[in-house]
């Protein structure tokens, strides 16, 4: 009977030592691979019949072995004082020399010092190892010893030894580079973006790119090995979808017909919900032909999921074990369940539906305080039916300055056409406007007991309709947590990591550019709330949905709903209210007439996630091969032309803009996706 080899992968359960020091991300891949390791030669054989019951085992851990099949004995990073006296082979890359005496060499692993040998008789692998240039890949041989005593250095793992070399290789020799493979070297994005493959080897992409792969295959554990999960591909090649973001366009053969990249895989999903495969997930390619932010790119990738038969609480709790059993170690645990608002308290505390939770300065309602005011844009607000007088509490606002103060007015009224006051109840220093001084004392007083005011604070208020009031100060509660940690002031803690679900979204909004009709504020297949289906017919805008977002730190990271599976009721949300044509969803109609299941899902976000997770500035830096804040490839210029004979199969023909003579004259009429 043939025998089965098991390798599971698991997260690192050692934390960072302060010794790590500089060499922080090093000494993190050399820990992940340390924790992995087990003594080589020990291969744990199963028979055919044992497979099954292995699989499920997570007390029995196999660990990578990251020199199998290769030339190489050990990695540099991972050789340490146990390993001295043994003869190694290492390849990498020569990351600096010095006085050619010691070279370093670097792999995705760590670092280790290499002596250059300088007897006569070595004078060969002496010539390679001087002569090299930086970067460039060499292999080598030799034996382990100790670093001699007071040359150890505590701020690298492997300090404490070092490789007497007897041969050597050049496998390959580096040209000049255009900027030095060095993390503390800085680089502007659009040439990391450029020169690409050089960026990855840096410490932080190696670091980066690594933790996103832990942290997928932890998450692929959690749903197939322990929770029945199906693992299942679905079509890159779609149709169009309404409503959503806009689509990239593929041409087809046939004239005038085309495919659409799909913006997630949502419709499918629910189809394999209609096929009886009720417990569904996709590490899934999505794409959106929009405007590029620092946490979007035309092509991402999500954590898909449905099931079939659960409610909104079911994928909630899913959520929360699958973030807990695949977060890194080297962070502070997950802690579950996660707090829950709903859209309209997250809209009336934090102004927004997407609140960073690590901070207070919520928004207050001080309507009643302010009933009897003698401020006149105040005065006219409360007049109004639907006026209110909101208000939020700047801790120590004094380190605030008068032209912060000036930019944060100027802020409301350019972007909202909002007034906004800023009022200083208990400073010592005359700051209070003309406005501000004229809040009756007993007001003032009332101010201070509601938003619970301490020496220093500042309240900026403003009036009006609720969600307008909130929305600007929602936005300014975040703009001066940015001032005052640029001041020295620590709100959002780094090392805090704060989630939430926001739950009750409208299921429908007006549209922008024409108020008097509705579009989905999710999607049109989210189901709306049970309490609210008579509201369908007769008021349609008060309608709540199943439809519940996870927010980190003030990111969304990701979002579901509970699906409509009845075929009338997802006919009459599309053509009556969302005058929507039906032709276009026909197929997912007809299958949800033939018996669909009861089923629900969500998707995570993994580029953003895995953002948030490393600290990286940019969801870029979590991404092998990004594409540019445009949405261009700068490695290999993507988007390119075609030249005419190659779109003709395509029944495809440019327009050119009449300022683009000379482009096209030199490009000899090529195709430009761009035009």
């Not at 190659?646 to 761009?674: D, R, T």
Request: net charge neutral; aromatic share 8%.
């Amino acid at each position: 009977m043939r025998s089965a080899c098991i390798s599971v992968k698991l997260g690192i359960r050692e934390r960072l030592s302060p010794s790590c020091g500089s060499n922080m991300l090093s000494c993190w891949l050399s820990r992940l691979c340390r924790g992995f390791s087990t003594p080589t030669g020990r291969i744990t054989h199963l028979s055919r019949g044992s497979l099954s019951r292995t699989l499920v085992l997570s007390s029995q851990r196999r660990i990578p072995e990251f020199s199998s099949f290769v030339a190489r004995t050990n990695t540099c990073g991972e050789l340490r004082s146990s390993h001295l006296g043994q003869e190694v082979t290492l390849c990498g890359w020569i990351q600096y020399r010095r006085q050619n005496i010691f070279l370093v060499l670097r792999d995705f692993h760590g670092l280790v010092q290499v002596v250059i040998p300088q007897e006569e008789s070595a004078a060969a692998v002496r010539k390679i190892l001087c002569e090299a240039p930086v970067e460039s890949v060499v292999q080598v041989s030799g034996t382990v010893i100790s670093r001699p005593p007071g040359q150890e250095n505590p701020k690298m793992p492997t300090g404490e030894i070092e490789i007497k070399v007897k041969t050597a290789e050049l496998l390959n020799s580096c040209k000049k580079l255009p900027f030095e493979v060095k993390d503390f070297v800085k680089k502007t994005e659009a040439l990391r973006l450029q020169y690409r493959y050089l960026d990855l080897r840096s410490f932080q992409m190696q670091y980066n790119l690594r933790l996103r792969s832990q942290m997928v295959m932890k998450m692929r554990e959690y749903l197939c090995n322990l929770h029945g999960f199906v693992d299942i591909e679905t079509p890159t090649l779609f149709k169009r979808t309404p409503g959503g973001a806009k689509e990239f366009v593929i041409p087809s053969r046939e004239p005038g017909k085309f495919y659409c990249l799909p913006q997630s895989p949502q419709q499918f999903k629910q189809l394999l919900m209609v096929g009886g495969l009720d417990r569904y997930f996709q590490v899934a390619r999505c794409y959106r032909d929009e405007g590029s932010r620092p946490d979007r790119q035309p092509e991402f990738t999500q954590i898909d999921i449905e099931m079939s038969f659960v409610d909104q609480t079911g994928i909630q709790r899913l959520i929360e074990g699958l973030l807990q059993y695949s977060w890194p170690s080297d962070k502070d645990p997950v802690v579950v369940p996660f707090p829950s608002l709903t859209f309209a308290e997250a809209l009336a505390s934090y102004g927004t539906d997407k609140p960073d939770t690590r901070f207070g300065m919520k928004i207050i309602d001080i309507s009643d305080v302010l009933r009897n005011t003698e401020v006149g844009f105040l005065q006219d607000a409360l007049s109004k039916p639907q006026g209110t007088v909101k208000a939020i509490c700047i801790s120590e606002g004094t380190y605030l300055k008068r032209k912060d103060l000036e930019s944060i007015r100027k802020f409301a009224a350019d972007h909202f056409n909002q007034e906004v006051l800023p009022v200083f109840p208990k400073a010592s220093r005359n700051w209070n406007s003309p406005v501000a001084q004229s809040i009756l004392e007993e007001q003032r007083s009332g101010l201070i007991r509601l938003m619970e005011i301490r020496e220093d604070d500042v309240v900026l208020l403003t009036a009006g309709e609720h969600k307008k009031a909130c929305s600007v100060l929602g936005k300014l509660r975040l703009e001066c947590a940015d001032l005052l940690e640029a001041r020295g002031l620590v709100l959002r803690d780094p090392t805090l990591f704060s989630f939430l679900w926001v739950v009750d979204f409208p299921l429908f909004l007006p549209k922008e550019e024409n108020p008097g009709e509705l579009e989905s504020a999710h999607h049109p297949f989210t189901a709306p709330h049970p309490s609210d289906i008579q509201l369908l017919y007769t008021e349609p805008e008060k309608v709540r949905s199943q439809h519940y977002d996870l927010v980190l730190n003030g990111s969304e990271i990701g979002g579901g709903s509970i699906r409509i599976h009845d075929a009338e009721l997802q006919r009459y949300i599309l053509a009556t209210l969302l005058k929507e044509d039906v032709k276009l969803l026909s197929h997912l109609l007809q299958a949800l007439d033939f018996g669909a299941p009861p089923h629900g899902g969500i998707a995570l976000g993994l580029d953003r996630l895995i953002c948030l997770v490393t600290g990286a500035p940019s969801i870029r830096d979590v991404i092998a091969f990004p594409k540019s804040f445009k949405g261009h490839d700068l490695m290999s210029n993507a988007p390119d032309s075609l030249p005419p004979e190659e779109l003709k199969p395509y029944h495809i023909q440019v327009s050119w803009p009449a300022n683009s003579e000379a482009e096209k004259s030199s490009l000899n009429q090529p195709y430009c996706p761009e035009s």
